[in-house]
């Protein structure tokens, strides 16, 4: 019976140990897999808690707050040469674009008119000449007449009146004929001063109506450069401000100084004008600056400054643009480590490597701001830096 239970049980006994067996194995993976998993949470722990080696770029140094306007540039005096003749004009022997130096013809009249009433006024001096001689004489003879009792005082009146009738006819005569010889030196139109030849507004044939002009010259001393600025900018554009002036054509910038600024607005447009001279040129920019010339005005407005950030340092989280911006860490634990910190930036104007910050940056105050320099694609908001040796771009960008 005991040996019959034996046997009978010894199946079970086996099975138990193969159970007991597979559960250790079981037990055994378990406890290797969760160390495994321990170390590979730590080793990302560890790896994530490492600080990020970064190049940092300091913030440029403001710019100041700058106003710009289109304008063009003006000569500093525009001649528009007319006649004071109503008369067909002969010949225009210039054409635009001509240089023309003082005395230079502009244009002729026809003066067949003109040499007719020359003619006409001499005639009449003469006559007038002669009529005054014969007068003389016979106030001669009839005051030696009236002298002796010969002839009465009625006689000796007339003569005198018309001797004092002939002065006057001649005086009259003389002013005619100078008139006359006057109006034929309008007939050949002069340029009263150096300039250059814009417009030619009428053609050989034609006629001059007096005060219209004929000819318009522009003087090429001095150029001044004209342009309007609205009304909120009109306390800046004084008399005495300097500014720069990009004219297209031109690769550098030329300076500039207000002269004068008009005291009322446009009533239509709300915007001042304003005209300013240039500074000494040199003789190759100064025959590159023409009437007419396009261009754009910078002035300093004031103290106000703009806030840029480097290109470099710009990159994209989460679809925003920003730069990341390095400050002590906020976390409990992290003393006095620097992260960087994403800041999403709206920008404006973008030139010579830098981007103006329109907002983004206020929490920061105006104290100078360093940025992460071409940040690495693993560099996500709050990670730890440290930073590595940049002053070779901090001193390029500055």
Not at 18 to 31: D, G, M, Q, R, S
Not at 45 to 64: D, F, G, H, K
Not at 116 to 127: Q, R, S, V
Not at 358 to 366: P, T
């Amino acid at each position: 019976m005991q040996l019959a239970a034996l046997i009978a049980a010894w199946p079970m006994k086996i099975l138990s140990r193969e159970y007991v067996f597979a559960a250790w194995t079981a037990a055994a993976v378990l406890i290797l897999s969760g160390c495994s998993e321990s170390q590979t949470t730590s080793a990302a722990n560890n790896e994530r808690q490492a600080p990020i080696t970064v190049s940092v770029i300091l913030e440029p140094a403001y710019q100041p707050q700058l106003i710009q306007a289109a304008g063009s540039v003006a000569a500093s005096a525009r001649i528009e040469a007319a006649s004071r003749l109503a008369a067909y004009i002969e010949e225009i022997p210039v054409k635009e674009g001509d240089l023309l130096q003082k005395g230079d013809v502009l244009f002729k009249l026809d003066s067949k008119d003109v040499l007719a009433a020359i003619h006409a006024a001499d005639g009449k001096l003469k006559a007038a000449q002669a009529a005054l001689k014969d007068a003389e004489l016979d106030r001669e003879k009839i005051d030696a007449l009236y002298r002796e009792g010969l002839v009465s005082n009625n006689d000796w009146r007339k003569a005198t009146l018309k001797r004092d009738g002939a002065r006057a006819d001649l005086a009259q005569a003389q002013g005619f004929a100078s008139a006359a010889h006057g109006e034929l030196e309008y007939i050949i139109g002069k340029s009263p001063r150096e300039g250059r030849v814009v417009r030619v507004l009428r053609r050989a044939g034609d006629m001059a109506v007096p005060g219209l002009p004929i000819v318009v010259l522009d003087s090429e001393e001095a150029p001044k450069f004209e342009f309007r600025v609205p009304q909120s900018a009109a306390q800046y554009a004084k008399p005495g401000v300097i500014g720069r002036v990009k004219l297209d054509g031109i690769n550098e910038p030329l300076e500039v100084v207000i002269e004068n600024a008009s005291a009322s607005a446009d009533p239509l447009a709300r915007t001042y004008f304003v005209r300013a001279g240039f500074k000494a040129l040199a003789s190759r920019e100064a025959a590159s600056v023409r009437p007419g010339m396009f261009g754009r005005i910078e002035i300093t407005a004031g103290k106000a400054s703009r806030r840029f950030v480097p290109e470099s340092a710009l990159t994209r989280l989460g679809g925003l643009e920003g730069a990341f911006v390095l400050q002590t860490c906020r976390h409990a634990d992290a003393g006095q480590n620097q992260c960087a910190y994403f800041h999403w930036l709206r920008l404006g104007t973008r030139e010579n490597g830098l981007a103006e910050v329109l907002a983004g940056l206020e929490d920061l105050g105006n104290s100078p701001v360093r940025f992460v320099d071409r940040p690495k694609h693993q560099l996500t908001d709050g990670d730890r830096v440290t930073e590595a040796d940049s002053r070779a771009q901090t001193g390029d960008q500055q």
